[in-house]
């Protein structure tokens, strides 16, 4: 291979399937020791682009060059054997499993333990991701957990890193930390493919990009020497708007927790800890917090999946704390779950089937204890149009659309309930830089209204955009909210780790 030949080379690639045709003609190259980034709005084909790199899509057309020989892997082995490794958005972790354990389940043909560890070990430290091959997997924060799926592609010393919104579930400082990671193997030779929604970290680390749009190549640029306004424009092909709205936080108490405290239901949950807080009619409470440290617990309690002493939770000060999810629902208190895939939606029921789980009781789709389908299949259809949910219709199943759209759909179909209470985990977890502006959007419409939302994100910027008031939560303590306005990113750093009153005192308003 010479210094001229990039070590990918993807010409014409396409891939359609019954609908849509997710690559049309795509071509692109990568060199050696660069860091190139692919960019693009939900849909627009990156996923089915990535999978045809690292051999889980066989194209319809086109070619692949891998250090300027013919590439065509018939399944991932084949492509790890060729140099090629993934990062997925998911990790493929067991709880129950060690560090060493996991790794080696993911090696063709792994070495005795003491090897395998003392290997983990030494990559590990060289690349400034330390880990204990011995700790169980389960009591890793999401951060480390990462590091175990980096380290598993690094003993396979890739060639070419593919790297799927890596930085979703951590902090600011574990950021930091990956990019250094990254830049050291860019140094050593090593190209790295880079998906991710949030456009400052393509800015700053990414060399060159490549952005689809409807599965074709629009636009390539050095993102460095653009706005991240500019990128997402690229990548929706308009202006984009950023979120709105009049805030307020003077309304009436809607919902309030009390001296919430609950074990954890599993050996790798978290336990709530005397948690308490109030959200008044028009108010956007963001709750910050690393992955792991009580997110799903605090969610579960709040839609009524974990029912707790009846006065713990009250709206409008009626108690709720012992009531199910359905009745919860016919007061006005709903929820979206982080999980979308499994939890909040069904992924093999369709559209219209995942309209009816959680809108039957507001949006009146059952007569007499019967179904009514026209009136589901009205609703979903509904909230395909306001969404801009990219599918071929309310009949295709949930596991279909990508995860963005997905994540479209199951938030749309919460807000077009007219909760009085909406809380969301996660609400724009990998969804592009137009629909989570869209989304955004639709919570502060809502918040407008005056319903009381809750916002439980682990995007900084996210929460400091539509947020009126901020807490954080660490190992199952939730701080005292303050006021949005009166806090930098790094006193939420901070919170995040739990300094909770003292570091950052002076940022409460």
């Not at 169980?136 to 890739?158: K, M, Y």
């Not at 990128?231 to 936080?249: K, N, Y």
């Not at 910027?461 to 701080?479: P, V, W």
């Not at 750093?493 to 003292?502: Q, R």
């Amino acid at each position: 291979m010479t210094k001229a030949t990039p070590l990918l080379l993807i010409e014409g690639l396409t891939k359609a399937y019954p609908g849509v045709v997710a690559n049309k003609d795509v071509s692109f190259s990568i060199g050696a020791g660069k860091v190139h980034a692919l960019l693009g709005e939900n849909g627009a084909g990156k996923s089915t682009l990535v999978k045809t790199i690292y051999g889980l899509v066989r194209p319809d057309a086109g070619s692949m060059r891998l250090h300027g020989e013919p590439y065509a892997p018939a399944d991932p082995n084949a492509a790890r054997a060729a140099g090629v490794a993934m990062v997925f958005q998911h990790f493929s972790l067991f709880d129950a499993l060690d560090v060493a354990e996991n790794i080696a389940l993911g090696m063709q043909d792994p070495p005795p333990r003491s090897t395998l560890a003392a290997k983990i070990r030494e990559v590990s430290q060289t690349y400034g991701l330390p880990l204990d091959p011995g700790r169980t997997v389960g009591d890793l924060s999401a951060g480390e957990r990462q590091r175990v799926e980096i380290i598993r592609c690094l003993l396979q010393a890739p060639k070419l890193l593919i790297m799927d919104e890596p930085t979703s579930v951590l902090t600011p400082q574990e950021v930091e930390i990956l990019f250094r990671t990254l830049r050291k193997l860019a140094s050593e030779g090593t190209a790295i493919l880079y998906i991710s929604h949030k456009l400052e970290e393509i800015r700053g680390l990414c060399d060159s990009a490549t952005v689809l749009r409807l599965g074709e190549v629009v636009d390539t640029c050095t993102p460095s020497e653009v706005s991240a306004r500019d990128l997402a424009e690229m990548m929706v092909g308009q202006t984009l708007i950023t979120p709105t709205r009049v805030g307020g936080t003077d309304g009436a108490v809607v919902l309030e927790v009390t001296g919430l405290s609950l074990p954890a239901s599993t050996n790798f949950g978290t336990s709530l800890k005397e948690i308490g807080f109030q959200v008044r009619a028009g108010e956007v409470l963001g709750i910050g917090g690393v992955a792991g440290n009580g997110q799903d617990e605090l969610l579960a309690v709040l839609s009524g999946e974990t029912v707790t002493d009846a006065d713990t939770v009250r709206m409008n000060s009626q108690p709720i704390g012992a009531m199910g999810p359905v009745e919860r629902r016919r007061l006005g208190v709903l929820a979206a779950p982080e999980e979308r895939l499994g939890h909040a939606a069904a992924p093999d029921l369709s559209l219209t089937e995942n309209a009816m789980l959680t809108g039957a009781q507001r949006r009146g789709l059952t007569r007499n204890g019967f179904l009514n389908w026209t009136k589901a299949r009205a609703f979903a259809t509904e909230i395909i149009e306001a969404f801009d949910v990219r599918t071929p219709g309310p009949g295709h199943v949930a596991r279909s659309l990508s995860g963005g759209n997905l994540q479209k759909f199951v938030i749309g179909r919460e807000i077009l309930q007219d909760p009085q209470v909406l809380v969301v985990n996660q609400p724009t977890w990998g969804v592009d830089a137009s629909a989570a502006a869209a989304i955004r959007q639709a919570l502060l419409d809502l918040a407008t209204k005056g319903a009381a939302i809750i916002v439980i994100s682990q995007d900084l910027d996210e929460l400091m955009e539509i947020s009126d008031t901020f807490a954080a939560l660490n190992e199952g303590r939730l701080s005292s909210p303050r006021p949005a306005a009166g806090l930098s990113v790094e006193d939420i750093g901070l919170m995040l780790g739990g300094a909770h009153d003292l570091e950052v005192g002076h940022g409460a308003a």
